[in-house]
Each structure stands twice: as C-alpha cells, then as structure tokens.
C-alpha cells in the first residue's frame, strides 16, 4: 500500500524559513515525480514545486520561485521544501504527491502538513 507522510508544518512567522519533509513507501515502482502542493482556507489546491525521478530539474509556481527549494533524498523515496521568506500568503495545508512515470497527473497523495505564516 503506498503511503506518504508529510512532516514539519507548523507556525512561523513572516520572514522565516521552514522545511517540510515527505517519506513515500510501499512503492512497488520507481521513475516516479514527486511535487508538492497546498491548499489554503477557501481555496482550490494549487502546485507548489515538482521534482522528476532524476532530481536534475525542478519546476515552481511563480509565487513561490526564488524563495522555496524542491529536493529529493538520495534514496529517491523522499522529497523535501525548503521555505525561505515566508509570507502570511504561504498559509495552507500542503501536500505532497507522486505521479507515476505512466501517468500525467499525480496519483498518490499524502494527508498534508498545515503551514500558519503570522505577520
């Protein structure tokens, strides 16, 4: 049964930095992106940042790029999110996800980490 399991959610204050964390496992395939995504009160989800299988590119949404790194652990099975310079406006439940190298949409998604920004 594949899970994912985010971590490291939490309230911070504008300007400040966070990195959230996601472990993936009971994967029975490999090749697969990882992304991230959230949802804030009232809102539809949206893409944060993707990173492919290779991890030799990543992809941002333009609110975030320049202040939020995507990476992946050398075991391919994690992701994480480096957030810098945070703002009131990066509040939400964010979510990571994988989208299987068959696929073109994401398939598995985790049960999300709430991230509160305070100005």
């Known amino acids: 049964q594949v899970q994912l399991v985010e971590s490291g959610g939490g309230l911070v204050q504008a300007g400040n930095s966070l990195r959230l964390v996601c472990a993936a496992s009971?994967?029975?395939?490999?090749?697969?992106?990882m992304g991230w995504f959230r949802q804030a009160p009232g809102k539809e989800r949206e893409f944060v940042a993707a990173?492919?299988?290779?991890?030799?590119?990543?992809s941002y949404a333009p609110s975030v790029k320049g202040r939020f790194t995507i990476s992946r652990g050398n075991a391919k099975n994690s992701v994480y999110l480096q957030m810098n310079s945070l703002k009131p406006e990066d509040t939400a439940v964010y979510y990571c996800?994988?989208?299987?190298?068959?696929?073109?949409?994401?398939?598995?998604w985790g049960q999300g980490t709430q991230l509160t920004v305070s100005s």
């Open positions: 009971g994967l029975p395939f490999s090749g697969y992106a």
């Open positions: 996800a994988i989208k299987p190298p068959w696929r073109q949409e994401y398939r598995y």
């Open positions: 990173i492919p299988w290779s991890g030799d590119s990543t």
